[in-house]
Each structure stands twice: as structure tokens, then as C-alpha cells.
């Protein structure tokens, strides 16, 4: 055979006598074939440096093999071992993974349209913010979504998510047992889903131990903006006795902060608590008290979930919710008695 034509499933059938049909069975996930056809279909193909053609097979199955994962590069840490554990599971599905970044929803529209280009099989979604608008769109289309740790208040949409409420009042519960009262709230950039819900969970915490009208301030989930969050308070106020941040990103930031230009202890004189359980909150410097999120199990149901959703798209939409663990670190101490 001629080394520069490109390898057909036509010679591979002729060369191994079979079907040019047996052929594409073999290399269809799923599709009923005998092993010794199999076998050899599969020594043939390897012989001749055969691939199977991916629009052939396309066109056949009427699906991508693509499966698009919307993410924010306003990601906390928790996001690449996310992404790497996604992208695990959907190959194992014979799906490839299509990255796309969204920042805010001012680019959504744009993102939606290369989705609709790309005939995509489906959509898992870590970006900040869905709205139902945004969820009708993909029903438009015939493309499934699974939100991952956020919910659409219709839940008109798939989602797997973590307990914020669960895990917040567990958090505060704790700083309440240490008998804090000054609290300072450090919750994520506004337009974020996760951040606003975590805040509202933090304010009806607090509240249910008395403690209201508790000051918030804003970040970006970032290092740095817990750094300036913490900052920017003590440039007008005391410092409070407790701090609780929308992620441990920020919490790790305040910390740093608060140590190297306020001369604060932590937790002597400050207790910190975070939210999400990425690794650094065991370094030894911090050990962060947190939540600790369920991210294999989260991870795993969000596959299993949109690709059944592919193989049966009339399926109503299922929400699934894992608690968090607390970790108790040691960043939670009693508050002084001169607050």
C-alpha cells in the first residue's frame, strides 16, 4: 500500500476481511462487536496506522465527542485539580474536554455562540454567573448543562454543589462557641453566584446569634484582595476579633496581612476562618480552620449526570448537594477579653 494515502476503514476491512460496518463497530464505544473481530480489526488497524476519522465518526453517532467546560480565570484554587479530574472522567467517556474562559456575564453571549459553532455534546459549568435566560438558551439548542457549585433558582438546569449554608453556619457556629462578637465579613466579587450565596448564608448566621448589621467588604477571591480588604479596614477601624472570608484564598491573604503590617496574631489576637479546602490551608504557616468541599464526589456526579442527560435529554434536571467537611485548623482561638 501506497505510504503517503491516508489509511481508510475501507483497507482496514479488506486487509482483515471483514465488513467495512465491523470496522466502524470496533472503534464505536458501546457498539456490539465479537471479541475475535475485534482483535482482529484492532492488529489490522495497528499494522496499518489506522485512525479512525473523528467528523466520520461525527456524522455517524451524531455527537462532538466534545464536551464544553466553561471556567472563570477568577478561579479559586480548587479549579485546576477540578479541570484535571474532569477532563479524567470525560476521556474515560470517550469525551474531550473544550476550555472556554468567562470572566463576567457581559462575555457569555460570545462564548455561547462558539459553543453553537462547535455542536458541542455538552456543558459543565464552573464560570461565575447563569441566569435563566442563559439556561433556555442551551435548551434551545438540545445541548445539556450541569452547573457546578451553583444552582439557578428555577433549577430548570443540572447542579452539583456543596452545603454553603450547612457549612457557614458550622464555621460560624464555632467562632460563636469562642464567644466572638466583632466580626468583619470578607465575601467574593459581586457578580459571582457562589460569593453572593456564601455572604447571604454568612449574614443569616450571624444573625441568628445576634449579631446584625455586620460590616462586609469585597474581594475578587484573589490573594491579594483579601490583603486589601483587611488593609483598607484597618486603615479607619479597630481590628475585629473574627474574620470570615468567601474562600481561603482571601482568608490566606488577611492572614498575611494582618501579621506583617498590623502585628496581629493569629489566633491570639484574630481568628480567620475560609471556605473551599484547597491544599495550602495545611501549610504550616496558616493551617486554616474551613470547609472542606467534596470535590471528587462533586466532580464525578457532574460527568455522570450531563452524559446522561446526553443520551437522554428529556430527563428532568437532578440537583445534588454534598456536605463539607470542617476542618479545624488553627486559625479559631477564644476572643480577647478586652472586645
Given amino acids: 500500500m501506497d505510504k503517503k494515502k491516508r489509511v481508510t476503514s475501507y483497507d482496514v476491512a479488506e486487509t482483515a476481511g471483514v465488513s467495512q460496518s465491523a470496522v466502524s463497530r ?42 464544553a467546560v466553561i471556567l472563570s480565570s477568577r478561579a479559586n484554587l480548587n479549579f485546576p485539580e477540578v479541570l484535571s479530574m ?8 470517550d469525551e474531550r474536554v473544550l476550555l472556554f474562559n468567562l470572566d463576567d456575564s457581559e462575555g457569555l453571549d460570545e462564548i455561547l455562540e462558539q459553543i453553537w459553532t462547535f455542536r458541542v455534546d455538552g456543558v459543565i459549568a464552573l464560570a461565575a454567573h447563569f441566569d435563566n435566560e442563559s439556561i433556555e438558551q442551551f435548551k434551545d439548542h438540545n445541548i445539556p448543562v450541569v452547573l457546578f ?3 439557578v433558582p428555577s433549577q430548570t438546569a443540572s447542579s452539583v454543589c456543596v452545603n ?3 457549612g457557614i453556619l458550622q464555621l460560624i457556629t464555632l467562632l460563636h462557641e469562642h464567644q ?26 450571624l444573625s441568628s446569634y445576634g449579631h446584625n448589621n455586620v460590616s462586609v467588604l469585597h474581594g475578587d477571591y484573589s490573594y491579594q484582595s483579601g490583603r486589601d480588604a483587611f488593609a483598607q479596614w484597618m486603615q479607619d477601624n479597630p481590628a475585629p476579633t473574627a474574620i470570615i472570608c468567601s474562600n481561603d484564598t482571601m482568608a490566606i491573604g488577611v492572614i498575611d496581612e494582618a501579621r506583617s503590617n498590623w502585628n496581629l496574631r493569629v489566633p491570639e489576637d484574630l481568628s480567620v476562618v475560609g471556605f473551599d479546602g484547597v491544599a495550602a490551608v495545611a501549610w504550616h504557616s496558616y493551617q486554616l480552620t474551613t470547609i472542606k468541599q467534596p470535590l471528587e464526589q462533586m466532580t464525578k456526579a457532574a460527568v455522570e449526570i450531563l452524559l446522561e442527560q446526553i443520551e437522554s435529554p428529556d430527563d428532568p434536571a437532578q440537583l445534588r448537594v454534598w456536605s463539607g467537611s470542617l476542618l479545624e485548623g488553627k486559625t479559631v482561638g477564644p476572643a480577647k477579653k478586652d472586645k
Fill in 26 to 67: 470496533v472503534f464505536l464505544k458501546g457498539r456490539s462487536v465479537s471479541k475475535k473481530t475485534r482483535d482482529k480489526v484492532l492488529t489490522t488497524a495497528k499494522e496499518l496506522g489506522y485512525k479512525p476519522n473523528a467528523i466520520a465518526r461525527m456524522l455517524i453517532t451524531k455527537r462532538s465527542g466534545m464536551v
Fill in 149 to 151: 457549585n451553583r444552582v
Fill in 164 to 166: 454553603h449554608q450547612q
Fill in 180 to 205: 466572638h462578637r466583632d466580626y468583619l465579613i470578607v465575601g467574593g466579587y459581586q457578580a459571582s453566584d457562589v460569593a453572593q450565596e456564601r455572604l447571604a448564608c454568612a449574614i443569616n448566621a
Fill in 86 to 93: 474532569l477532563n479524567k472522567k470525560l476521556s474515560e467517556k
